[in-house]
Structures are given as structure tokens and as C-alpha cells.
């Protein structure tokens, strides 16, 4: 789950990282210029489930809605403020809760179309926003009398202890309200919030600076190879795209290969060249990392200084200290602990991979160390040739939206969840997604989703969920609570469609991906809480439903419904799916590896004491810290700190360890389902639906987990799921 570079007022504001700038603060005066009836931002919308004509919005439209929301929502804690009564849950807190909606609402629009959809003169609107909202937000968080009055509900609501009378949802939200304040330095004297304003609005420049730069290196770097032998390996369908890439790049004739991964990775995978594997190899590790304008390393090593710099601001050791307060870990040593115990088998299990690979090799007449460019190409050819399996033709047995029917199919036996395709009357959020009306079992709407499966010019690489809007509750003119549906969307950067007209096959990581990204929609659809400072899980749990619904895409009673080639209808062949399950743990050294040294990096950068000094060159620390380690030499980090748009770009800042940490609970939380002998048991998914998918962030992680699963996780199955067990 990809966040956005900044994080939304009302939901993400305890971990925003930037600030102001003195430029173009709203005033009531501009606010009164806009055009209500025509921005389609905040006119009434007519078409149905109140989707907004999204394809209609302008720059001008978001602007003025952007600074509408300003306005509104100054005023609104203006009015908190000056409330002359005993601050107390309504008047303050829930006020408070619900002050900012319409600036939210704007801006979570503008950050997921502008993810899906840059162009330049959204870029340019970025650095306009920005630092305008990360303003806004530190005039919110630093006021001492808005503070006082959400200090006192807080301080009332402990001394009442258990005769509070509030809910147990409300006082979560006293206390997450609380905290993003303390987060956000009001409690600061006001030269230190002086100082923590502008290393806010330094951090919110280069955060924007390096996601645009990487944004750039993704869909601009191009490997250009002039003959079609020299791609001897690589399926048709790929030849094909390459050439149509070259076309549209105005070399036609030629074969272009962007940094994007349905365009790069099967040349790594298939392509028997190995100048050109090394070719694509180095161009995609080293984006943010070449001699150029979009060159991301001054900026990784001021990021890390200046985090480092706000937090001993709030009190902290480290960045990492105040980020993991609250999370599930807690503290960095939970989440080394973690990551250490994984390290070791994981290392073991890559090195005997390595061997299969020299073997490969010595078949092609290389008696050389293999590289990191000959991974996955060799490792392919180790793995079919031990499972006798053949990648490109499994391929053929997942067409995408066969894939998504498997998908809604999971979702339908688990939940009880239907999808109706809306083909008229919606405006088009992208004209390749398509939408569907999500019906919940008692036939009532929870909200929209959008698939957005193919890769373009101006979507951010790699795979994610987003919203267009969130689940909230609105009360009407007679106090009574109206549920706004949310409406969810998937982007990806799935294999497309060839130009000779074969459909758009996937390989399995793609399917699993597919799978993952919608276990997260399921997560924000069925979402039901009424106060959005209640409305986040914390990073490390956020995960689970999502990964947790990776374990159907293969399960066998699933293929069967989705996994159907795409020119005979033929279901997949029982002994294929064998050998897939067979197949399935090789190469787990490998990907368990590169996922442990980023996130192994994105810590050692967050936990570092000491300013960092002006030469600090962040590839060398890298490559000092894995190697130390022990870290196979062939093993690149899955993403290296320039191209590391979690942990650099901000929203998995000390976070990329959560993936594991949820595998650990997705993992143990699958098996409640397969110990009752059903994956489909209707009591086992009736409890994660109730403890772990509807709550929000209203309890704790570890609460929720315990209270679906009985007891706390154990590390053994992910052992077991990953081959990492011997």
C-alpha cells in the first residue's frame, strides 16, 4: 500500500513531515470567488454514488477547492476556540474531528490522481500545494489554545479512568487526537516550533523533490537495444511492447525498455543476453543514482539529517524512536529482533540458491561468479529445471480479468461481497480502469472500486491502493448519521495487452500483487468507524489484510474458478498447479534477502545518534551496513535508498520492516482457516471481518490480532511459507 507523499489533514496528520512556506495562504476573500456551482470538487455531484466528474478537474478546480478547505477549516477551529463552554467530547474533540472533511476531501483526490496520473503541470501544482498544506497543517497542530482545549478532554477522560462515559471508539479518538498533537510539537516552546516549521517545510521540499526525480528516472530511463537477436529469450509479447516503445520514442525499428517492472524485469527474467540483462540490470538499481538533474543522493542524505534533527527537536534519540511509539513494534529492537531472525536462514537459503545458479551457468560454458544481473535469469532456469515448470506458459492461464474474476470470487465466499461492473452514469476516473458497485450480503452499497491495472506515462511505478474518498459518517440538519461510501481504487503496472492482439497475461507475481492490493481495498470498504482520527491501523498492521489475501490466489478450489488459458477456456491442469505449489518456495532466498537488506537500511538510517556529515554518502552506508552483514554480493536491496520511494518519499519512513511483520500475522492468521480444514470457513472469516477489518484503528494492532486469533502470532508459519524452516 503505497501513501501519499503528503499525508491528508484529518487521517495522516501525525506522521506529516513538512511545512510551511510564507507563499499564497488562503483568505476568506479568495474563498468567496469560487465557483461552487462548476468546480466539480465542491458542486453538489449528479451521477451516481456522488462520484464527482473526476476527468473534468482542473488545476484552477483544485486550487480553489484547496483553498476553500483552508478557510473552512480555520474557521471552523476558530469557533472551537472561541467556544466558551467547558471543552468536553462534542464541542472539542468531535468538532475537531470533523472541522477539516472538505479540505481532506480535496486533497486526498488531488494525491491519488496526481500518483496515477502526473503530468507536468500537476508537478508543478505539487510544489505550489505542498508546502501550503504542510503549513496549514503546523498553524493546526502548534496552536497553544487549540491544543489546551483538546489537552483538557484528554486529561479529564484519564482522571475519570473507568467511569469515563465516552465510548470506547471516542476515547481512542481523544487519545490519537491528542498524540498527533504532541507528534506535531505543541507542546514545543515557541522557538522550537520555530525551528521544527522549518525543517517541516525542508523535508516536505525534498520528499517532493526526490518522488518527482524517481517518478522521472522510472518512465525516462530507457535501455535501447538495436537488434531483435540480441533479445533471444524474451517472449513475443514483450518483443512486441519494446518495439512499440521504441516507436513511440521515435526510434522505430529499435527495441526501448523502461525502468517500469512488465517493461524491465522479463528481460531479466528470459533474455539469454547477458550485456543486455546487465544493461537494464544497473539502469534500473542506479535510478536517483546517475550523474544528472534527477540525482537523488544529496537529498537521501538531508532527509536523514533532518529527520534526525526533528525528533531530537520532540524529544527523541532518533527518528525511528517517535515513529515506532506507535506502531505495533513499539521500539527498534522489536524490529530488529524481527528482521535479524530472518536474516540468517534467509542468507543460507539465497547461497544455496547461488550454487543452482553456478551449475546454470557452467551449462552455458561461464565459469564466473554469477552477477546480479544473472539472478533471476538463472534462477528461472534452476527452478524449471528442477520442477520441470515453465513460467511463460503458466502465464497463459491467468488473463486479467480472469484473475480479477478469481479475485471478486474469494472476496464473495469469504464476506458475502458482490460486484455489479458500472458501465454508464459514472464519470471515468481513467479511461483503461474500469468501476464496480461493491454489494455488501445484506444487499446494501459499500462503496465503489476502481481497477487500474496498466502502466502509462505519469503513473508512479510499482502497485498500491488508494481513495478517492474515504468511508466517513456525515449528520444531517435532524441528527441523523448518514455512511458517505467510500470509493476505493487499485493501481498497478500490470502486463498489457500486446499490439497483435493477445490479451494482457500475468505472471504469478503479478497475480499474487492483483490479490494483495485488493485485499487492501477489502480493508477500506468494509471499513466502519465515525471519526476519521480513528480511521488508520498502524503501519505495521495495515498489511495484514492484504497480504493475508495472497494465500487464496493459489489455493487450488480458487484457480479453479479464475485460472482458465486464455485461447481453450481449459481450466489449469491439476498437475501444473503441483508443480506450482512444488515450485513455490524456491527462490525465497533471493526475494527474502532483498526485502531484508532495504528494510535492514531503511532502519540504519532512521536509528542513527549522530548528525550525518556533509559528505555522507548514503550508497556507500548502504553497502557498508549489508555487507557487514553478509550479504551475498549479487544481491542488490529490492529498492537502494535513491530509488527507496517508501522509505525516502516518505509514509514507510522507519517502516519497511511492516511487510514482514505483518507476514508474520498473515501467515499464523491463515492458519486458523486451514486448521478448521475449510479456507473458506464462515466463523473464521466472520471474526477477522469483525476484529481485524472493521474496527480501524480503534484498538491496537496486537489487539485486534489477539482478539480474531486467540493468542499472539508465532514466527513459525512465515518460516514454513518461505521454505526458511530447514
Not at 478532554?153 to 498524540?179: N, T, W
Not at 477489518?693 to 512465515?718: C, K, Q, W
Request: charged share 25%; with cysteine; proline share 4%.
Amino acid at each position: 500500500m503505497k501513501l501519499p507523499i503528503l499525508p491528508t489533514m484529518a487521517i495522516f496528520a501525525s506522521s506529516l513531515l513538512c511545512a510551511c512556506s510564507p507563499q499564497s495562504a488562503a483568505t476568506e476573500s479568495n474563498v468567496q470567488n469560487t465557483a461552487y456551482d462548476t468546480n466539480p470538487l465542491t458542486a453538489r455531484p449528479t451521477a451516481r454514488f456522488d462520484i464527482p466528474a473526476y476527468d473534468q478537474i482542473t488545476i484552477d478546480n483544485y486550487r480553489d477547492a484547496i483553498n476553500a478547505g483552508i478557510a473552512k477549516h480555520k474557521a471552523n477551529l476558530k469557533a472551537i476556540v472561541d467556544n466558551t463552554a467547558a471543552p468536553d467530547f462534542d464541542n472539542t474533540i468531535a468538532a475537531f474531528d470533523a472541522a477539516g472533511r472538505d479540505l481532506d476531501a480535496a486533497v486526498t483526490i488531488f494525491s491519488t490522481l496526481s500518483e496515477s496520473n502526473s503530468t507536468e503541470a500537476i508537478r508543478e501544482f505539487e510544489t505550489e500545494v505542498y508546502p501550503l498544506l504542510a503549513s496549514h497543517s503546523d498553524d493546526v497542530y502548534m496552536d497553544a489554545a487549540l491544543f489546551q482545549k483538546v489537552k483538557a478532554v484528554y486529561d479529564k477522560m484519564k482522571a475519570e479512568g473507568a467511569a469515563c462515559p465516552l465510548s470506547h471508539e471516542q476515547q481512542s479518538a481523544v487519545k490519537h487526537i491528542y498524540r498527533q498533537f504532541e507528534k506535531a510539537g505543541a507542546a514545543l516552546s515557541a522557538v522550537d516550533q520555530a525551528k521544527l516549521r522549518d525543517i517541516n517545510l525542508r523535508l516536505s521540499d525534498l520528499q517532493l523533490q526526490f518522488s518527482q526525480n524517481l517518478l522521472h528516472e522510472t518512465n525516462n530511463t530507457f535501455v535501447t537495444i538495436a537488434t531483435r537477436d540480441s533479445l533471444a529469450g524474451l517472449p513475443e509479447g514483450n518483443i512486441a511492447a519494446a518495439a512499440e516503445m521504441a516507436k513511440e520514442q521515435g526510434k522505430p525499428g529499435q527495441y526501448m525498455f523502461n525502468m517500469q517492472r512488465p517493461s524491465c524485469n522479463p528481460v531479466l527474467q528470459y533474455c539469454s543476453n547477458r550485456e543486455v540483462r546487465r544493461r537494464v540490470y544497473n539502469a534500473y538499481y542506479n535510478r536517483g543514482n546517475q550523474p544528472n538533474d534527477h540525482n537523488n543522493t544529496a537529498i537521501c542524505r538531508q532527509l536523514v539529517q533532518l529527520r534526525l534533527e526533528r525528533a531530537r527537536l520532540l524529544g527523541y534519540k532518533n527518528a525511528a524512536e517517535g515513529i515506532l511509539q506507535d506502531r505495533m513494534a513499539k521500539n527498534q529492537e522489536a524490529v530488529y529482533n524481527l528482521l535479524n531472525s530472518v536474516w540468517g536462514p534467509a542468507v543460507a537459503k539465497a547461497n544455496e540458491e547461488l550454487a543452482d545458479i553456478r551449475v546454470e551457468m557452467q551449462k552455458d560454458g561461464l565459469n564466473c561468479e554469477p552477477e546480479g544481473w544473472d539472478y533471476m535469469y538463472y534462477s528461472s532456469r534452476a527452478k524449471a529445471a528442477k520442477f520441470n515448470i515453465d513460467e511463460e506458459l503458466i502465464s497463459e492461464y491467468f488473463e486479467i480479468n480472469n484473475v480479477l474474476e478469481g479475485i471478486f470470487y474469494v472476496a464473495g465466499k469469504l464476506y458475502g461481497v458482490t460486484f455489479k461492473e458500472i458501465t454508464a452514469d459514472v464519470p471515468a476516473y481513467e479511461k483503461t480502469a474500469q468501476a464496480w458497485e461493491v454489494i455488501d450480503k445484506d444487499g446494501s452499497t459499500l462503496g465503489v472500486f476502481y481497477s487500474d491495472y496498466y502502466p502509462r506515462d505519469g503513473k508512479g511505478a510499482g502497485a498500491w491502493m488508494t481513495e478517492l474518498r474515504k468511508h466517513s459518517y456525515t449528520t444531517d440538519a435532524l441528527g441523523q448519521q448518514k455512511r458517505e461510501m467510500p470509493v476505493i481504487v487499485n493501481v498497478c503496472n500490470m502486463t498489457k495487452p500486446t499490439a497483435d492482439g493477445k490479451p494482457a497475461l500475468q505472471n504469478l507475481d503479478n497475480v499474487e500483487t492483483m490479490f494483495h492490493e485488493f485485499g487492501h481495498a477489502l480493508h477500506f470498504l468494509l471499513h466502519d468507524v465515525h471519526y476519521d482520527a480513528v480511521y488508520n491501523v498502524e503501519t505495521d498492521f495495515v498489511e495484514l489484510p492484504s497480504q493475508i489475501n495472497e494465500h487464496w490466489a493459489t489455493d487450488p478450489a480458487v484457480l479453479a474458478v479464475y485460472a482458465k488459458h486464455y485461447k481453450t477456456g481449459e481450466i489449469i491442469p491439476a498437475a501444473l498447479v503441483e508443480k506450482m505449489e512444488a515450485a513455490g518456495k524456491y527462490g525465497q532466498g533471493f526475494a527474502t534477502v532483498e526485502y531484508l537488506a532495504a528494510a535492514l537500511v531503511d532502519m540504519d538510517l532512521h536509528t542513527l545518534t549522530e548528525n550525518v556529515p556533509g559528505d555522507f554518502d548514503v550508497m556507500a552506508f548502504e553497502q557498508q551496513q549489508l555487507q557487514k552483514r553478509g550479504i551475498p554480493r549479487q544481491i542488490y536491496p529490492r529498492y537502494r535508498v535513491t530509488n527507496f520511494s517508501h522509505c525516502m518519499g516518505g509514509g514507510y519512513t522507519a517502516g519497511y520492516y511492516c511487510y514482514l511483520w505483518s507476514e508474520v500475522l498473515d501467515c499464523d492468521g491463515f492458519e486458523a482457516f486451514k486448521e478448521t480444514g475449510d479456507v473458506f470457513n464462515q466463523d473464521v472469516a466472520a471474526r477477522f471481518r469483525k476484529y481485524c477489518l472493521t474496527p480501524g484503528g480503534i484498538d491496537d494492532g496486537m489487539t485486534m490480532y489477539v482478539n480474531f486469533r486467540g493468542h499472539e502470532p508465532s514466527i513459525d508459519a512465515l518460516l514454513r511459507k518461505r521454505g526458511l524452516d530447514k
